[in-house]
Protein backbone atom coordinates (compact mmCIF):
# COMPACT_ATOMS: atom_id res chain seq x y z
CA UNK A 1 0.00 0.00 0.00
CA UNK A 2 2.58 2.54 0.69
CA UNK A 3 4.60 1.91 -2.41
CA UNK A 4 0.77 2.61 -3.86
CA UNK A 5 0.50 5.76 -2.01
CA UNK A 6 4.00 7.30 -2.48
CA UNK A 7 3.64 6.17 -6.75
CA UNK A 8 0.43 8.05 -6.83
CA UNK A 9 2.05 10.83 -4.80
CA UNK A 10 5.12 10.88 -8.10
CA UNK A 11 2.30 11.19 -10.23
CA UNK A 12 0.10 14.02 -8.57
CA UNK A 13 3.93 15.64 -8.73
CA UNK A 14 4.44 15.12 -12.70
CA UNK A 15 0.65 16.45 -12.99
CA UNK A 16 1.79 19.57 -11.68
CA UNK A 17 2.84 21.47 -14.76
CA UNK A 18 -0.60 20.22 -16.15
CA UNK A 19 -2.63 22.43 -13.76
CA UNK A 20 -0.38 25.17 -13.90
CA UNK A 21 -0.71 25.26 -17.53
CA UNK A 22 -4.76 25.34 -16.86
CA UNK A 23 -4.87 28.09 -14.57
CA UNK A 24 -2.57 29.85 -17.33
CA UNK A 25 -4.64 29.26 -19.46
CA UNK A 26 -8.05 30.36 -17.31
CA UNK A 27 -6.20 33.52 -16.20
CA UNK A 28 -5.34 34.32 -19.66
CA UNK A 29 -8.95 33.77 -21.03
CA UNK A 30 -10.22 35.70 -17.77
CA UNK A 31 -7.88 38.97 -18.56
CA UNK A 32 -7.75 39.13 -22.17
CA UNK A 33 -11.29 37.90 -23.17
CA UNK A 34 -13.19 39.28 -20.60
CA UNK A 35 -11.12 42.42 -19.16
CA UNK A 36 -11.00 40.80 -15.48
CA UNK A 37 -8.40 41.95 -13.63
CA UNK A 38 -6.36 38.46 -12.14
CA UNK A 39 -2.71 39.25 -11.36
CA UNK A 40 -0.16 36.78 -12.46
CA UNK A 41 1.12 35.98 -9.14
CA UNK A 42 -2.48 35.13 -7.68
CA UNK A 43 -3.27 31.63 -7.41
CA UNK A 44 -6.69 30.05 -7.68
CA UNK A 45 -8.51 26.76 -8.03
CA UNK A 46 -9.88 25.60 -11.35
CA UNK A 47 -13.06 25.31 -9.18
CA UNK A 48 -13.69 29.03 -8.41
CA UNK A 49 -15.70 31.56 -10.55
CA UNK A 50 -15.23 35.01 -10.94
CA UNK A 51 -18.30 36.93 -12.36
CA UNK A 52 -18.24 37.35 -16.52
CA UNK A 53 -21.80 39.39 -16.14
CA UNK A 54 -19.77 42.42 -15.58
CA UNK A 55 -16.10 41.31 -15.76
CA UNK A 56 -13.92 44.41 -15.84
CA UNK A 57 -15.08 44.75 -12.21
CA UNK A 58 -13.39 41.69 -11.09
CA UNK A 59 -9.73 42.26 -9.27
CA UNK A 60 -7.52 39.63 -7.03
CA UNK A 61 -4.11 41.44 -6.47
CA UNK A 62 -0.90 40.02 -6.18
CA UNK A 63 0.29 36.85 -4.39
CA UNK A 64 -3.56 36.21 -3.32
CA UNK A 65 -5.30 33.17 -3.24
CA UNK A 66 -9.22 31.89 -4.37
CA UNK A 67 -9.61 28.46 -3.16
CA UNK A 68 -12.20 26.13 -4.46
CA UNK A 69 -16.08 26.59 -5.27
CA UNK A 70 -15.29 30.07 -4.80
CA UNK A 71 -17.65 32.67 -6.13
CA UNK A 72 -16.84 36.87 -6.30
CA UNK A 73 -19.84 38.56 -7.80
CA UNK A 74 -19.43 41.98 -9.46
CA UNK A 75 -23.42 42.24 -10.23
CA UNK A 76 -26.70 42.58 -8.43
CA UNK A 77 -29.65 42.26 -10.88
CA UNK A 78 -32.51 42.87 -8.21
CA UNK A 79 -30.85 46.46 -7.89
CA UNK A 80 -29.10 46.37 -11.47
CA UNK A 81 -25.62 47.14 -9.61
CA UNK A 82 -22.45 46.38 -11.79
CA UNK A 83 -19.70 47.17 -9.31
CA UNK A 84 -15.91 46.85 -8.75
CA UNK A 85 -14.93 44.00 -6.54
CA UNK A 86 -11.54 44.06 -4.72
CA UNK A 87 -9.11 41.56 -3.67
CA UNK A 88 -5.99 42.96 -2.26
CA UNK A 89 -2.37 41.16 -2.04
CA UNK A 90 -1.26 38.70 0.27
CA UNK A 91 -4.99 37.54 0.78
CA UNK A 92 -6.33 33.99 1.32
CA UNK A 93 -9.93 33.45 0.47
CA UNK A 94 -11.76 30.67 1.68
CA UNK A 95 -13.55 27.34 -0.16
CA UNK A 96 -16.63 27.28 -0.73
CA UNK A 97 -16.80 31.20 -0.03
CA UNK A 98 -18.85 34.22 -1.65
CA UNK A 99 -17.38 37.70 -2.04
CA UNK A 100 -20.49 40.12 -3.50
CA UNK A 101 -20.82 42.64 -5.17
CA UNK A 102 -18.95 45.86 -4.40
CA UNK A 103 -17.29 44.37 -1.64
CA UNK A 104 -13.13 45.23 -1.22
CA UNK A 105 -10.97 42.92 1.05
CA UNK A 106 -7.84 44.97 2.23
CA UNK A 107 -4.49 43.66 1.83
CA UNK A 108 -3.30 40.23 3.87
CA UNK A 109 -6.46 39.24 5.04
CA UNK A 110 -7.57 35.69 5.17
CA UNK A 111 -11.33 34.93 4.86
CA UNK A 112 -13.10 31.72 6.15
CA UNK A 113 -14.41 29.12 4.15
CA UNK A 114 -17.75 28.70 3.55
CA UNK A 115 -17.51 32.83 4.54
CA UNK A 116 -20.26 34.86 2.83
CA UNK A 117 -18.40 38.57 2.57
CA UNK A 118 -21.48 41.59 1.97
CA UNK A 119 -19.04 44.87 3.52
CA UNK A 120 -15.78 45.53 2.97
CA UNK A 121 -12.75 44.11 4.95
CA UNK A 122 -10.34 46.22 6.20
CA UNK A 123 -6.36 44.98 6.03
CA UNK A 124 -4.90 42.17 7.43
CA UNK A 125 -8.00 40.62 9.36
CA UNK A 126 -9.47 37.25 9.36
CA UNK A 127 -13.38 37.15 8.57
CA UNK A 128 -15.63 34.15 8.17
CA UNK A 129 -19.37 33.71 8.45
CA UNK A 130 -22.77 34.18 7.44
CA UNK A 131 -22.85 37.15 6.95
CA UNK A 132 -18.76 37.81 7.38
CA UNK A 133 -17.86 39.10 10.68
CA UNK A 134 -14.53 40.11 11.49
CA UNK A 135 -13.10 38.15 13.73
CA UNK A 136 -8.90 38.75 14.14
CA UNK A 137 -7.19 41.83 13.00
CA UNK A 138 -3.72 42.65 12.62
CA UNK A 139 -2.74 39.79 12.05
CA UNK A 140 0.68 39.34 10.27
CA UNK A 141 0.44 37.14 7.06
CA UNK A 142 2.54 37.08 3.91
CA UNK A 143 2.60 36.00 0.25
CA UNK A 144 -1.28 33.60 -0.90
CA UNK A 145 -2.58 35.15 3.09
CA UNK A 146 -0.42 32.52 5.09
CA UNK A 147 0.62 33.18 8.55
CA UNK A 148 4.03 34.11 9.58
CA UNK A 149 4.51 30.61 12.00
CA UNK A 150 2.71 28.29 8.92
CA UNK A 151 6.03 26.91 7.98
CA UNK A 152 7.44 26.26 11.60
CA UNK A 153 3.93 24.80 12.39
CA UNK A 154 4.26 23.04 8.97
CA UNK A 155 8.02 21.55 9.60
CA UNK A 156 7.25 20.38 13.00
CA UNK A 157 4.43 18.45 11.82
CA UNK A 158 6.35 16.72 9.13
CA UNK A 159 9.13 15.97 11.66
CA UNK A 160 6.91 14.29 13.58
CA UNK A 161 5.17 12.01 10.43
CA UNK A 162 1.92 13.69 11.11
CA UNK A 163 1.73 15.51 7.87
CA UNK B 1 -8.84 43.81 -27.39
CA UNK B 2 -11.75 45.53 -27.68
CA UNK B 3 -12.82 43.96 -30.91
CA UNK B 4 -12.42 40.76 -29.13
CA UNK B 5 -14.57 41.70 -26.58
CA UNK B 6 -17.51 42.90 -28.95
CA UNK B 7 -16.85 39.47 -30.94
CA UNK B 8 -17.34 37.52 -27.32
CA UNK B 9 -20.20 39.82 -25.98
CA UNK B 10 -22.11 38.78 -30.15
CA UNK B 11 -21.33 35.42 -29.92
CA UNK B 12 -22.55 35.07 -26.18
CA UNK B 13 -26.14 36.87 -27.00
CA UNK B 14 -25.97 34.38 -30.45
CA UNK B 15 -26.28 31.41 -27.57
CA UNK B 16 -29.13 33.20 -25.70
CA UNK B 17 -31.46 30.95 -27.78
CA UNK B 18 -29.48 27.76 -27.31
CA UNK B 19 -29.16 28.83 -23.14
CA UNK B 20 -33.11 29.23 -23.75
CA UNK B 21 -34.09 26.00 -25.20
CA UNK B 22 -31.65 24.06 -22.35
CA UNK B 23 -33.75 25.59 -19.57
CA UNK B 24 -37.25 25.24 -21.29
CA UNK B 25 -35.86 21.60 -22.04
CA UNK B 26 -35.31 21.42 -18.04
CA UNK B 27 -38.17 22.57 -16.70
CA UNK B 28 -40.17 20.29 -19.28
CA UNK B 29 -38.40 17.56 -17.74
CA UNK B 30 -38.81 18.47 -13.86
CA UNK B 31 -42.62 19.79 -14.68
CA UNK B 32 -43.80 16.46 -17.34
CA UNK B 33 -41.65 13.83 -15.92
CA UNK B 34 -40.83 14.44 -12.12
CA UNK B 35 -44.13 16.02 -11.31
CA UNK B 36 -43.04 19.47 -9.92
CA UNK B 37 -44.45 23.10 -10.60
CA UNK B 38 -42.20 24.96 -11.98
CA UNK B 39 -43.83 28.15 -13.42
CA UNK B 40 -43.89 28.54 -17.54
CA UNK B 41 -42.49 32.14 -16.57
CA UNK B 42 -40.01 31.23 -13.76
CA UNK B 43 -36.38 31.46 -14.63
CA UNK B 44 -33.54 29.52 -13.13
CA UNK B 45 -29.99 28.74 -13.81
CA UNK B 46 -28.81 25.59 -15.11
CA UNK B 47 -26.92 24.84 -12.27
CA UNK B 48 -30.01 25.35 -9.63
CA UNK B 49 -30.86 21.85 -8.64
CA UNK B 50 -34.57 21.53 -7.21
CA UNK B 51 -34.79 17.92 -4.91
CA UNK B 52 -36.31 14.94 -7.07
CA UNK B 53 -36.81 12.80 -3.54
CA UNK B 54 -40.38 14.17 -3.29
CA UNK B 55 -40.10 16.23 -6.47
CA UNK B 56 -44.05 16.94 -6.21
CA UNK B 57 -42.86 19.42 -3.22
CA UNK B 58 -41.61 21.64 -5.43
CA UNK B 59 -43.19 24.80 -6.12
CA UNK B 60 -41.67 27.74 -8.06
CA UNK B 61 -44.33 30.87 -9.02
CA UNK B 62 -45.03 33.44 -11.87
CA UNK B 63 -41.89 35.83 -12.61
CA UNK B 64 -39.54 34.19 -10.09
CA UNK B 65 -35.26 33.54 -10.89
CA UNK B 66 -33.37 31.53 -8.98
CA UNK B 67 -29.61 31.48 -9.09
CA UNK B 68 -26.70 29.70 -9.83
CA UNK B 69 -26.15 26.50 -7.56
CA UNK B 70 -29.20 26.91 -5.48
CA UNK B 71 -30.62 24.03 -3.99
CA UNK B 72 -34.27 23.72 -2.85
CA UNK B 73 -35.10 20.67 -0.83
CA UNK B 74 -38.46 18.80 -0.15
CA UNK B 75 -37.40 16.09 2.23
CA UNK B 76 -35.51 15.28 5.22
CA UNK B 77 -33.84 12.14 5.11
CA UNK B 78 -33.30 12.34 9.35
CA UNK B 79 -36.88 12.68 10.23
CA UNK B 80 -38.80 11.11 7.43
CA UNK B 81 -40.21 14.58 5.73
CA UNK B 82 -41.52 14.97 2.85
CA UNK B 83 -42.64 18.97 2.55
CA UNK B 84 -44.04 21.22 0.33
CA UNK B 85 -41.60 24.09 -0.27
CA UNK B 86 -42.92 27.22 -1.81
CA UNK B 87 -41.42 30.17 -3.55
CA UNK B 88 -43.78 32.68 -4.51
CA UNK B 89 -44.44 35.12 -7.46
CA UNK B 90 -41.67 37.74 -8.31
CA UNK B 91 -39.25 36.54 -6.28
CA UNK B 92 -35.06 36.37 -6.35
CA UNK B 93 -33.61 33.21 -5.09
CA UNK B 94 -29.75 34.45 -4.95
CA UNK B 95 -27.03 32.27 -6.10
CA UNK B 96 -25.92 29.69 -3.89
CA UNK B 97 -28.91 29.61 -1.00
CA UNK B 98 -30.32 26.43 -0.04
CA UNK B 99 -34.36 26.38 0.90
CA UNK B 100 -34.85 24.28 3.75
CA UNK B 101 -38.03 21.35 3.41
CA UNK B 102 -41.10 22.94 4.07
CA UNK B 103 -40.08 26.59 3.67
CA UNK B 104 -42.77 29.11 2.34
CA UNK B 105 -41.25 31.90 0.42
CA UNK B 106 -43.74 35.10 0.39
CA UNK B 107 -44.71 36.63 -3.15
CA UNK B 108 -41.87 39.88 -3.95
CA UNK B 109 -39.21 38.42 -2.25
CA UNK B 110 -35.22 38.52 -2.28
CA UNK B 111 -33.05 35.95 -0.85
CA UNK B 112 -29.53 36.87 -0.59
CA UNK B 113 -26.59 34.86 -2.32
CA UNK B 114 -25.50 32.48 -0.01
CA UNK B 115 -28.63 32.27 2.44
CA UNK B 116 -29.79 29.08 4.17
CA UNK B 117 -33.54 29.45 4.75
CA UNK B 118 -34.78 27.48 6.90
CA UNK B 119 -38.21 29.22 7.85
CA UNK B 120 -40.74 30.39 5.76
CA UNK B 121 -40.02 34.07 5.16
CA UNK B 122 -43.59 36.35 4.59
CA UNK B 123 -44.39 38.60 1.42
CA UNK B 124 -41.99 41.62 0.41
CA UNK B 125 -39.19 40.79 2.42
CA UNK B 126 -35.05 40.57 1.92
CA UNK B 127 -33.68 37.50 3.88
CA UNK B 128 -30.14 36.34 4.26
CA UNK B 129 -27.31 35.02 6.72
CA UNK B 130 -27.27 31.24 8.05
CA UNK B 131 -29.62 30.88 9.55
CA UNK B 132 -31.31 33.27 7.01
CA UNK B 133 -32.96 36.24 8.85
CA UNK B 134 -35.55 38.84 7.38
CA UNK B 135 -33.13 42.23 6.89
CA UNK B 136 -35.94 44.44 5.27
CA UNK B 137 -39.61 44.31 4.88
CA UNK B 138 -42.37 45.92 2.81
CA UNK B 139 -39.83 46.43 -0.33
CA UNK B 140 -41.57 47.18 -3.86
CA UNK B 141 -39.86 44.30 -6.14
CA UNK B 142 -41.32 43.46 -9.65
CA UNK B 143 -41.25 40.68 -11.85
CA UNK B 144 -37.61 38.57 -10.67
CA UNK B 145 -37.39 40.33 -7.81
CA UNK B 146 -36.03 43.77 -9.14
CA UNK B 147 -36.43 46.89 -7.13
CA UNK B 148 -37.87 49.47 -8.90
CA UNK B 149 -35.34 51.79 -8.71
CA UNK B 150 -33.21 49.36 -10.56
CA UNK B 151 -33.32 50.38 -13.79
CA UNK B 152 -32.83 53.84 -13.13
CA UNK B 153 -29.60 52.84 -11.64
CA UNK B 154 -28.38 50.64 -14.49
CA UNK B 155 -29.43 53.36 -16.85
CA UNK B 156 -27.11 55.64 -15.19
CA UNK B 157 -24.34 53.23 -14.57
CA UNK B 158 -24.58 52.47 -18.42
CA UNK B 159 -24.63 55.96 -19.37
CA UNK B 160 -21.43 57.24 -17.35
CA UNK B 161 -20.07 53.86 -19.07
CA UNK B 162 -19.23 51.79 -15.88
CA UNK B 163 -21.47 49.11 -16.96
CA UNK C 1 -48.52 10.93 -17.10
CA UNK C 2 -49.04 8.58 -14.02
CA UNK C 3 -47.60 5.85 -16.47
CA UNK C 4 -44.09 7.83 -17.16
CA UNK C 5 -43.51 8.67 -13.69
CA UNK C 6 -43.88 4.98 -12.68
CA UNK C 7 -41.70 4.09 -15.11
CA UNK C 8 -39.20 6.28 -14.29
CA UNK C 9 -39.37 5.01 -10.58
CA UNK C 10 -38.77 1.58 -11.88
CA UNK C 11 -35.96 2.50 -13.89
CA UNK C 12 -34.41 4.86 -10.96
CA UNK C 13 -34.52 1.61 -8.89
CA UNK C 14 -32.71 -0.24 -12.03
CA UNK C 15 -29.92 2.04 -11.50
CA UNK C 16 -29.44 1.91 -7.66
CA UNK C 17 -27.29 -1.50 -8.19
CA UNK C 18 -25.26 1.44 -10.77
CA UNK C 19 -24.75 4.09 -7.75
CA UNK C 20 -24.00 0.85 -5.40
CA UNK C 21 -20.97 0.12 -7.31
CA UNK C 22 -19.93 3.78 -7.89
CA UNK C 23 -20.13 4.75 -3.74
CA UNK C 24 -18.10 1.45 -3.55
CA UNK C 25 -15.58 2.23 -5.68
CA UNK C 26 -15.02 5.98 -5.15
CA UNK C 27 -14.95 4.44 -1.23
CA UNK C 28 -12.25 1.67 -2.28
CA UNK C 29 -10.39 4.78 -4.25
CA UNK C 30 -10.25 7.18 -0.94
CA UNK C 31 -9.65 4.28 1.46
CA UNK C 32 -6.59 2.11 -0.69
CA UNK C 33 -5.20 4.58 -2.49
CA UNK C 34 -5.36 7.60 -0.47
CA UNK C 35 -5.58 5.97 2.88
CA UNK C 36 -8.57 7.24 4.20
CA UNK C 37 -10.41 5.67 7.00
CA UNK C 38 -14.04 5.64 5.52
CA UNK C 39 -15.97 2.91 7.42
CA UNK C 40 -17.53 0.06 5.19
CA UNK C 41 -20.62 0.80 6.52
CA UNK C 42 -20.65 4.49 6.08
CA UNK C 43 -22.81 6.30 2.97
CA UNK C 44 -21.95 9.48 0.98
CA UNK C 45 -23.01 11.55 -1.94
CA UNK C 46 -21.28 10.72 -5.12
CA UNK C 47 -20.85 14.88 -5.00
CA UNK C 48 -19.74 15.08 -1.83
CA UNK C 49 -15.96 15.76 -1.40
CA UNK C 50 -12.99 14.44 1.38
CA UNK C 51 -9.71 16.30 1.59
CA UNK C 52 -7.31 14.12 -0.49
CA UNK C 53 -4.45 17.30 0.69
CA UNK C 54 -4.31 15.55 3.94
CA UNK C 55 -6.07 12.36 3.50
CA UNK C 56 -5.19 10.47 6.57
CA UNK C 57 -6.77 12.82 8.71
CA UNK C 58 -9.94 11.90 6.76
CA UNK C 59 -12.30 9.42 9.47
CA UNK C 60 -16.02 8.68 8.79
CA UNK C 61 -17.60 6.73 11.40
CA UNK C 62 -20.07 3.24 11.05
CA UNK C 63 -23.50 4.06 9.69
CA UNK C 64 -22.71 7.42 8.83
CA UNK C 65 -23.79 9.47 5.87
CA UNK C 66 -22.72 12.07 4.16
CA UNK C 67 -25.18 14.44 1.78
CA UNK C 68 -24.65 15.78 -1.38
CA UNK C 69 -21.83 18.50 -2.03
CA UNK C 70 -20.55 18.15 1.38
CA UNK C 71 -16.78 18.96 2.10
CA UNK C 72 -14.82 17.66 4.67
CA UNK C 73 -11.60 19.40 4.93
CA UNK C 74 -7.97 18.26 6.90
CA UNK C 75 -5.57 20.99 6.27
CA UNK C 76 -5.37 24.63 6.55
CA UNK C 77 -2.88 26.19 4.01
CA UNK C 78 -2.41 29.61 6.14
CA UNK C 79 -1.44 28.29 8.94
CA UNK C 80 0.75 25.19 7.92
CA UNK C 81 -1.87 22.71 9.47
CA UNK C 82 -2.55 19.14 8.75
CA UNK C 83 -5.32 17.80 11.67
CA UNK C 84 -7.72 14.71 11.49
CA UNK C 85 -11.24 15.87 11.09
CA UNK C 86 -13.42 12.26 12.37
CA UNK C 87 -17.10 11.89 11.81
CA UNK C 88 -18.49 9.73 14.41
CA UNK C 89 -21.00 6.36 14.35
CA UNK C 90 -24.96 7.14 12.95
CA UNK C 91 -24.50 10.84 11.99
CA UNK C 92 -25.79 12.66 9.38
CA UNK C 93 -24.11 15.44 7.62
CA UNK C 94 -26.35 17.48 5.38
CA UNK C 95 -25.93 18.66 2.57
CA UNK C 96 -23.77 21.77 1.56
CA UNK C 97 -21.41 21.61 4.32
CA UNK C 98 -18.27 22.00 5.42
CA UNK C 99 -16.72 20.54 8.13
CA UNK C 100 -13.20 22.91 8.92
CA UNK C 101 -10.11 20.53 9.55
CA UNK C 102 -9.80 19.02 13.35
CA UNK C 103 -13.16 19.25 14.33
CA UNK C 104 -14.16 16.12 15.88
CA UNK C 105 -18.07 15.53 15.64
CA UNK C 106 -19.58 12.68 17.90
CA UNK C 107 -21.61 9.99 17.45
CA UNK C 108 -24.99 10.37 16.69
CA UNK C 109 -25.01 14.08 15.68
CA UNK C 110 -26.63 15.59 12.75
CA UNK C 111 -25.55 18.69 11.14
CA UNK C 112 -28.02 20.71 9.34
CA UNK C 113 -27.61 21.51 5.52
CA UNK C 114 -25.30 24.50 4.53
CA UNK C 115 -23.44 24.39 8.32
CA UNK C 116 -20.10 25.66 8.18
CA UNK C 117 -18.47 23.62 11.30
CA UNK C 118 -15.88 25.32 13.20
CA UNK C 119 -15.61 23.56 16.32
CA UNK C 120 -16.06 19.83 17.48
CA UNK C 121 -19.66 18.96 18.33
CA UNK C 122 -20.68 16.82 21.34
CA UNK C 123 -22.70 13.46 20.45
CA UNK C 124 -25.94 13.37 20.02
CA UNK C 125 -26.28 17.21 19.09
CA UNK C 126 -27.98 18.76 16.24
CA UNK C 127 -26.12 21.84 15.05
CA UNK C 128 -26.18 24.05 11.78
CA UNK C 129 -25.67 27.85 10.88
CA UNK C 130 -22.57 29.34 9.63
CA UNK C 131 -20.44 30.00 12.33
CA UNK C 132 -22.73 25.93 12.92
CA UNK C 133 -23.87 26.56 16.92
CA UNK C 134 -25.48 23.52 18.62
CA UNK C 135 -29.29 24.19 18.57
CA UNK C 136 -30.37 20.70 20.25
CA UNK C 137 -28.62 18.32 22.31
CA UNK C 138 -29.43 14.48 23.89
CA UNK C 139 -31.07 13.81 20.46
CA UNK C 140 -32.31 10.36 19.92
CA UNK C 141 -31.39 9.46 16.77
CA UNK C 142 -30.18 5.70 14.98
CA UNK C 143 -28.19 4.65 11.87
CA UNK C 144 -27.15 7.51 9.30
CA UNK C 145 -28.81 10.11 11.96
CA UNK C 146 -32.48 9.42 11.58
CA UNK C 147 -34.51 10.29 14.36
CA UNK C 148 -36.57 7.58 16.34
CA UNK C 149 -39.88 8.56 15.28
CA UNK C 150 -38.86 9.30 11.34
CA UNK C 151 -40.25 5.98 10.30
CA UNK C 152 -43.26 6.92 12.10
CA UNK C 153 -43.91 10.25 10.65
CA UNK C 154 -42.75 8.77 6.61
CA UNK C 155 -45.51 5.78 6.94
CA UNK C 156 -47.89 8.34 8.14
CA UNK C 157 -47.42 10.65 5.23
CA UNK C 158 -47.05 7.80 2.65
CA UNK C 159 -50.29 6.55 3.73
CA UNK C 160 -52.00 9.77 3.34
CA UNK C 161 -50.77 9.43 0.19
CA UNK C 162 -48.15 12.62 0.57
CA UNK C 163 -44.92 11.36 0.24
Do not use: Q
Not at 41 to 59: I, N, Q, W, Y
Not at 112 to 141: F, K, W
Amino acid sequence: MAEFRKARKRGLNRLRWLRRILVEAKRLYYNRLWGMDIHPTAEFSLSAKFDRTFAPGVHVGAYSYVAFDVRILTHDRTRGLYLHTRIGKNCFIGGGSLILPGVEIGDNCVIGAGAVVTRSVPPRCVAAGNPARILRSEIDVGPYGRFADADATESALVERGEA
